[in-house]
């Protein structure tokens, strides 16, 4: 079965820095996702991403939030200046039509450690 | 009205018993129910969905009841297996994709 592959699998950084979390979607699915774990939490919806524009985008996802797909490959969340609250597990995820029974793929994760 | 309420929190069942997670949502918008494994470490997947059209499907030993007057839905997992030991979310999801997930269910199946 095809995957959504996230890079690094974790990362740890210190608070204030900038970080970049990397996805590469399913080939030839259009529809793109972030969304985050807290430890023990339920999973949150931050964004989604469409013909290369923001779609939705939870209260969470403030202005220290940008996504991107730089290359037609990748799609990218940064964090500008990190906080120890954005410690979580950050899952990427794709769609070829969610609207339809297209369901939604989910990478296994970057888990985020803020210092 | 974006929420949705899963119980329990967490569950042990003997092997060879029925596991039930119980789902509630407020939003009749919602028009997508699936519901996701999640295995430590890992992403959640895919197990089975159900749309407000029917009030059951069933795929395997799991099985999915919905009552959309109710707005409620459960998932049924028949034979429960260790293997089957997990983290499970009930989502709900409109129009565009965004899922809505509930607070998750640790089951834990004893041998």
């Known amino acids: 079965e095809p995957e959504v592959t996230q890079t690094p699998s974790h990362q740890v950084t210190q608070m204030g820095q900038e970080v970049i979390l990397r996805c590469v979607p399913i080939?030839?699915?259009?529809?793109f996702y972030w969304y985050r774990q807290i430890l023990g939490q339920k999973v949150e919806f931050l964004v989604s991403?469409?013909?290369?524009?923001?779609?939705?985008k939870s209260e969470i996802f403030d202005d220290q939030f940008s996504v991107e797909r730089p290359d037609g490959s990748n799609f990218t969340l940064k964090i500008r200046s990190t906080k120890l609250e954005d410690s979580a597990m950050y899952f990427c995820?794709?769609?070829?039509?969610?609207?339809?029974?297209?369901?939604?793929?989910f990478g296994s994760g970057t888990q985020l450690s803020v210092l | 009205q974006q929420q949705v309420k899963q119980s329990p929190q967490s569950l042990i069942v003997q092997k060879g018993g029925i596991s039930i997670i119980n789902c509630a949502y407020e939003?009749?918008?919602?028009?997508?129910f699936p519901w996701y494994q999640q295995f430590p470490g890992k992403g959640p997947a895919l197990l089975i969905a159900?749309?407000?059209?029917?009030s059951e499907k069933k795929e395997g030993r799991f099985t999915i009841s919905f009552n959309k007057s109710a707005k409620q839905f459960s998932l049924h997992i028949m034979d429960s297996q260790p293997g089957d030991s997990a983290t499970y979310f009930c989502?709900?999801?409109?129009?565009?994709?965004?899922?809505?997930f509930g607070q998750g269910t640790e089951l834990s199946v004893k041998p």
């Open positions: 995820a794709s769609s070829a039509d969610p609207g339809g029974d297209e369901k939604l793929f």
């Open positions: 080939s030839n699915h259009l529809y």
């Open positions: 991403f469409y013909n290369n524009e923001i779609s939705e």
């Open positions: 939003n009749t918008a919602f028009d997508y």
């Open positions: 159900i749309r407000p059209d029917v």
């Open positions: 989502a709900a999801a409109g129009q565009g994709g965004k899922l809505i």
